[in-house]
């Protein structure tokens, strides 16, 4: 193979790429920002309505108001609440009027009094966020207020209040400081980075096979001095090329929204904020070993869908007909991201890091998490090297086949 034809070729399909403003925006624009968006925005996000929430008065529609016992209007009062007295509690929560209510019975007092145990009912929507965000602040009075009646009978039997936990117990998270950092969400670190990585191969492959066809250009390169595996090698490194563009920008997303919320927007979070933040994974410990791993994987992941997006796309007469054939691919990736958040109960088994795409996603993970073992690595990398060699094996073949090329 000649170099110099190669590059001219790569060369070729890079700029043609770099015409259409599409690839601009899907390569870079869009990878750099869209992590931190997720990272930083959504925690932001979702911590401000929690606050709001709490910070917020609610009104509790009460059945039953005239009977509720002062130590609990009280407790309730105290979680910023306004009662209500109504008449239907179900249908107000029901009809959204109302977004969460309390039935007190009207015995209640002579229950009490006597020691009897009684109930409360409390009417919310679980499939509705605000509906229990409200039902918290009225469980949190309720609890209390039986907290309280608890312990004054068992003062008038000679016990103390703790009596009933008898066993104080105390959880300590083992975690890594990585592990603690990357939160609950970093599975969709690797997931983006995927995603990204064939949306911004994609435009260049089906353009440099299918779309050469469909111009009538494929002619004129295959006339050229090039070789068949030149023309291919130099398809496929500009498709490599906007494929690591895009995943490195989401690389760069990654860092820049751990270093972003750790040193500047997390100074200024509430304690609630700061625990959304960590869940979604936005105090990511980035270190020069994750990022190193996380580049060099993403650069084999990218060969890997380059080779990918080469082999099947130069079989479309059109460029339209291209896009149907690669569609599909995006649930390859979209699968096993979505597996990783139960990654924990397979992403040791060794034979994990064979599987392709799947085994560089659990990678990513375990690079972020601060857990990928020497031997995963090289598993890992030499089965992407492995397929991604195979792929292009199998495009050059094709290439040579005159049924594909002059398909029309």
Not at 79 to 103: K, R
Not at 134 to 163: T, W
């Amino acid at each position: 193979m000649r170099l110099n034809i190669i590059n001219h070729i790569a060369k070729k399909e890079i700029i043609s790429t770099l015409r259409d403003r599409r690839a601009i925006i899907s390569s870079i624009v869009l990878p750099l920002l869209i992590l931190p968006a997720m990272m930083i925005g959504m925690p932001f996000l979702i911590g401000s309505i929690f606050e709001g929430e709490q910070d917020n008065i609610s009104q509790i529609a009460v059945l039953g108001l005239e009977n509720m016992p002062e130590s609990l209007e009280e407790k309730l009062l105290a979680q910023n609440t306004e009662l209500i007295a109504v008449e239907n509690p179900m249908e107000l929560v029901q009809d959204g009027s109302y977004q969460v209510a309390l039935e007190i019975p009207a015995n209640i007092s002579t229950k009490i009094a006597s020691k009897e145990n009684f109930e409360l009912k409390v009417y919310a929507k679980e499939a509705s966020l605000k509906s229990s965000l409200n039902s918290m602040k009225l469980n949190a009075a309720i609890s209390a207020f039986k907290q309280e009646i608890v312990v004054s009978r068992l003062a008038d039997v000679g016990l103390r209040g703790d009596v009933l936990e008898p066993i104080q117990i105390t959880t300590i998270d083992a975690s890594s400081k990585a592990e603690k950092s990357s939160g609950q969400m970093a599975w969709l670190i690797p997931f983006f980075i995927a995603i990204w990585s064939l949306a911004g191969g994609q435009i260049t492959a089906l353009d440099a096979t299918a779309g050469e066809k469909e111009r009538g250009t494929l002619e004129a390169l295959l006339a050229s001095p090039a070789r068949r595996i030149e023309i291919v090698m130099g398809k496929f490194l500009a498709t490599l090329f906007f494929s690591l563009a895009a995943s490195t920008m989401a690389i760069v997303g990654y860092i820049g929204s751990g270093v972003l919320t750790r040193n500047i927007f997390s100074k200024n979070l509430s304690e609630s904020t700061q625990e959304i933040v960590s869940a979604f994974g936005g105090n990511l410990n980035v270190t020069f070993s994750s990022i190193s791993l996380l580049f060099v994987s993403s650069i084999l992941l990218a060969a890997l869908i380059a080779a990918l997006l080469i082999s099947i796309s130069m079989f479309a007469r059109s460029y339209k007909e291209a896009q149907s054939y690669v569609a599909p691919l995006s649930m390859f990736m979209v699968i096993p991201a979505v597996g990783l958040q139960f990654s924990e109960f397979f992403a040791d088994k060794l034979i994990i890091h064979a599987v392709p795409i799947l085994n560089v996603l659990v990678l990513m993970d375990k690079a972020v998490k601060g857990k990928a073992q020497a031997i995963e690595i090289i598993v890992t990398w030499l089965s992407m090297i492995a397929i991604a060699l195979v792929l292009l094996v199998f495009a050059y073949r094709n290439f040579k086949r005159e049924g594909v090329i002059f398909r029309t």
